[in-house]
Structures are given as structure tokens and as C-alpha cells.
């Protein structure tokens, strides 16, 4: 008989496109990582108690049943259960005040941590699912204006031990349906490496402020101009339209007053958009500094603590 | 024996996606029109004399060979012959000294219009095709700021008789793209009539100054929050982005300089956009007039005239 140490929790990332589940030791270190293609619009027939069991089987086959802390889409409209959205400002404790757990048929229980939505963005509530566990995870001791780059960026500012506010920009969509629908998925050619001259040249243009150089709109007709005119070649393309969407949503954070030139701002994430934002706010004339890439996980587990510290959350 | 007419004319707009033939009387009357699916890009091994023969061998039956002036991107590097671009500044008669000719097989000639390029534009030269016969159809013998809605919409400058300058913005492209490929593709339902009052609010938050409400890629998440809060019904949300978008583009436009509150603005187009961009206009405190639909024709028409004033163009 196996003896299962005493504190293993699992952290459950589940979004619209990905399942990623961490088992993480007492101390919170990673000890075993599963992921898969498998997000919440790929579950058939909503039987997320399935797919999650058939995952994780190996993990309750050598340890027994384990305390599951979830975050993310798998807790919306869309995922097992709908949590209402904590508002800001929010500590972690406010977040882990307002989770809800369910007790799986093998006895364990899962506890899903809700969102976050800034009643203050206009005209609608800006909303956030799994990327307050990063900002967590980064800590709130300290002030900071924080860039989650990815599909749906978001700005967040931490103040006072709290996330005061965030705003979302669909950067990432953008770039993704002009990529694959535009005139650029006929023309242009995956380069043998990532073009920084050609990520730098968009980005500098989206980041000039003068306007007589036009907004976004305008200045993603210089992919077109560029390439007829001999400018860009196909290799080039991509890596120019990243730039110029990157630097469009730093110069729009800037002008909204999330940062100005000479300040920091911390890059949070775990793929290689973290490296480009970093690039792109030293161009915008910013000092960034990188957030730790298992931001996440370890916000995660912070909640996971003050929910254990709490006792049982509500049952969904 | 049928007794042609002395001076019946072809005008040729063919575009990408579209190919639209006008049979003109001398006195520049409509006659007769033809028009169909049929753009440059499905004409098979890039044969257009075949296709072009087809299409108008009703008008040759009767009227034996015409005179055909065409343009559009027929004229484009995708096209049947690849025109240079005439630089702006340029008046009707810079464009009619720059056509190129060929004689078809059937002893009919084909005189291709150039399209303009503005070499001001940063960072590459704009372009376009096809709408300089529009701007042209309107008239340059008074100065105008011009707006040509399209999935290319473009902002021009009638000054001194000429058409100084011009700017393209990929409005038509990004509100494509994202009904049909981004959520809404899933989650709107179409109207049973255009919901106005959407379209009315999305133009009135992207034309808004204030910079905390942030620009178009942040702007662009509100019809996800305002559907995720009920306040945007599945009915109302195509609407709500073409407000969104066009509503963009008049703020960057304005911004740039084009135009300030209580300038007069022309809008010229033969399609339901022109209605949608007269109500912007008015929502961004402009005085809009619309141009004649029949701009384009009639401004190919101007240019035939000249060119055969001048004598016949140089061959392609």
C-alpha cells in the first residue's frame, strides 16, 4: 500500500481551448503536469466530470482522492458551473471568500475560484476568467501596472493590496482573424525565423503619435501598401502585423493612462508573447520586468490556502 | 440590318470579387447593365478576354464592337494587365493620359484606367483602384473632403481642381472578419430589421474622446461584456460592431485631420453603407452630403472622353 503525502492539491487550468492540471506538492512545488487540446468547447455533452476523471486517473490511482482548486473558463457561461464574477477592487481573500465547491463520485471535491469584473470599465463591466490567479500569483504586495498578454490582453493595476482595475484588449483575436482571413493568409510565408526587424518597424509605427499617421485602421492598410510596394516581403508580413497590433494596444493602454514613458510595467505569462510585450514596451519607451511564468499555479495555490484556512467554501 | 448608335460605350468595373458591365448612350445614359459574381479572382487561368466575351455578346450581337473602359483591379497586378499607379496630386486628365490600351480579338478595344497613389502616405505609398473614377464621377471642380465606404473605405481631398490626397482604412475588412470568425459568428442573430439604436450606441462609444474609454482594441471587448451582461441581445450585436467600426474610423479620421465638427463631408458609394456613414457623419457632428450612386460610371465616362480627346492611348 502506497503511502500519498499528506498536502498534494491539484490546480486545474481549464479554458475554452486547453486542459492543464498540475499536481503540486505541499511545499507548491509542480511535482507532475497533465495538458491537453481538450478545452471546455471540446467536452462532449458538457460531462466535464468525465473528461477530468479519465485525466487525472493516474494521479487518484497512486494517491487516493485529492482537494482540486479550478480556475478559468471551466467556471463560466460555457464550463461545469457559472460563478458570478467577484468585483473589483478584490483581494485574494475576496476571491477565495467567493468560491464554490462540488464533491466529485470518488469523494473528492473541487473548488472553482471565481472571476473578477471591473464595474468601472465603460459602457459594460470588463470581466477576467483565470487571469486573476496570475496576478495573484505575481502578489499584491506590491503596486504595479501588470500586461497578461494573450487572446483577450488585460491591464491590471494593483494598489493597496488589491487589484483595483483592468481592461481588456482583444489583441490577440485580432491579430488571429486577420492572420488566418485576411489577404495575409494568401500572401504571406511562415519565415524560418521570427522577423524582430519586421515585429519592431509594426510596432514603431503603431506606437507614433502623430496623427496625422492615422489610427489602427489606417495603419493596418500598411501591410497591404507595404507589400505592393515591395516593402515587405511574404516572409515579413506576420511578424509587421504583430507589431503593429502589440504596439497599437500599448499605445491605446498609454493614452487611456495606464503607464507613461519611464515607468514599469510587469509582463506576466507563459508563452512567447511575454518575450514580444517585452520588446514592445521597451519600445514604447517603458522599463518592463517579467512576472513569473507559473503565476497561475501559484495563485492558485494561494487561494487554494486561504480556502483551506477558511474551511469548506459553499457548495455550487 | 440594326443601325448601331454612333457612340454607345462599355464601362467596365470590374473588381475582385464582382463584375459589373454599363452599356452607355453618347448622351452618357444607362442603358443597359450587366453584373455577376464573376471578379478577377474566379476567372479561370486568368483568361478575361473569354469571360469579358461571354458577358457582353448580348451588346456585340447588337451593337457589333464598342469601345470598353475599364476600371478597377482589372488593372491591378492580379489582373488582366498590371497599370502603374498615377501619383497624386492628379487631375481626370493625368488619369485619361495614362491609360493603356488593348485590341480584342473581336476588333473591340479595351482602354484600362489607372488607379492613383499618394506618395505622402506614411510609411508606404496608398493606393487605390476603382475609386478614383468615383471621386472623379463627383466632380473636382470644387474642393471636398470625400469619404468612399468600402471594405477598403478611403478619405480623399478634391483641392484646385485636383485629388490631392487620400488615406485607406480596413474598416470594411475588420467588421468582415470578425462577424463572421470571431464569437459573433456564433452568438448573433441576424435582425429582422437593422437595429439602428445598436448601431447608433456603438458609434457613439467609438467616437468618444475619452482617452480612459480607451480605443478600438479595447472598445472591441464591449460586445463581449455587454452580451455577458445582457445588455447587448444576440439581435443587436452585428449592428452594434458596425457602429463600432465605422464610428472608428470617422474618430481616426478627425483625429488626422480630415475633417473637424461642422465641416462638410461628401459620402460617396451605391450600396446600404452609404446610409450607415451619412448617420455616422451626423453622430460625429458633420454635415454630410451624399454623392450621386452612379458616381463611378460617370466618371469613367469623363475619362473616356478625354482619352479620346487626346487621341489613343498607348498600347499595354
Known amino acids: 500500500m502506497s503511502s500519498a503525502p499528506a498536502a498534494l492539491r491539484i490546480v486545474l487550468d481549464w479554458g475554452t481551448s486547453s486542459f492543464r492540471a498540475f499536481l503540486i506538492s505541499a511545499e507548491g512545488r509542480i511535482v507532475d503536469r497533465i495538458e491537453s487540446g481538450q478545452g471546455i468547447q471540446s467536452v462532449p455533452g458538457g460531462d466535464f466530470a468525465s473528461v477530468l476523471a479519465a ?5 487518484r490511482a497512486a494517491h ?3 482537494p482540486i482548486y479550478a480556475a ?5 457561461r460555457n464550463g461545469w458551473v457559472e460563478l458570478p464574477y467577484a468585483p473589483c477592487p478584490a483581494t485574494s481573500d475576496d476571491l ?17 475560484i471565481p472571476g473578477l469584473k471591473d464595474p468601472s470599465a465603460h459602457p459594460f463591466p470588463d470581466v477576467m476568467r483565470g487571469e ?3 496576478l495573484i500569483g505575481l502578489g499584491l504586495d506590491r503596486d504595479a501596472v501588470v500586461v497578461l498578454p494573450g487572446t483577450h490582453s488585460k491591464w491590471a493595476r494593483i494598489e493597496s493590496g488589491r487589484i483595483k482595475r483592468f481592461r481588456t484588449f482583444v489583441t490577440g ?4 482573424t486577420l492572420s488566418r482571413h485576411s489577404f495575409l493568409s494568401k500572401v504571406a510565408v511562415a519565415p524560418a525565423a521570427p522577423d524582430e526587424a519586421a515585429f519592431t518597424k509594426g510596432a514603431q509605427l ?5 496623427p496625422a499617421a492615422g489610427g489602427l485602421l489606417t495603419r493596418l492598410f500598411a501591410l497591404r501598401t507595404g507589400y505592393l510596394a515591395g516593402e515587405l516581403p511574404p516572409e515579413s508580413l506576420t511578424d509587421y502585423l504583430s507589431g ?49 511564468a507559473d503565476a497561475a499555479v501559484r495563485g492558485t495555490l494561494a487561494i487554494a490556502r486561504q480556502v483551506e484556512a477558511r474551511g469548506a467554501p459553499a457548495p455550487t
Chains 1, 2 share one sequence.
Open 55 to 59: 485525466a487525472i486517473a493516474p494521479w
Open 206 to 210: 503603431a506606437l507614433s503619435d502623430d
Open 64 to 66: 487516493g482522492p485529492l
Open 173 to 176: 483575436e485580432i491579430f488571429g
Open 72 to 76: 478559468g473558463m471551466i467556471g463560466s
Open 96 to 112: 477565495a471568500a467567493q468560491t464554490r465547491s462540488l464533491t466529485l463520485d470518488q469523494g473528492d471535491r473541487i473548488v472553482f
Open 132 to 134: 486573476e490567479t496570475q
Open 244 to 292: 503593429l497590433i502589440i504596439g497599437a494596444e500599448f499605445r491605446e493602454a498609454m493614452l487611456a493612462g495606464w503607464c507613461a514613458a519611464g515607468d514599469t510595467v510587469t509582463v506576466v505569462g507563459d508563452d512567447d508573447l511575454v518575450a514580444l510585450y517585452m520588446r514592445c514596451a521597451k519600445l514604447a519607451g517603458l522599463a518592463p520586468v517579467q512576472g513569473p
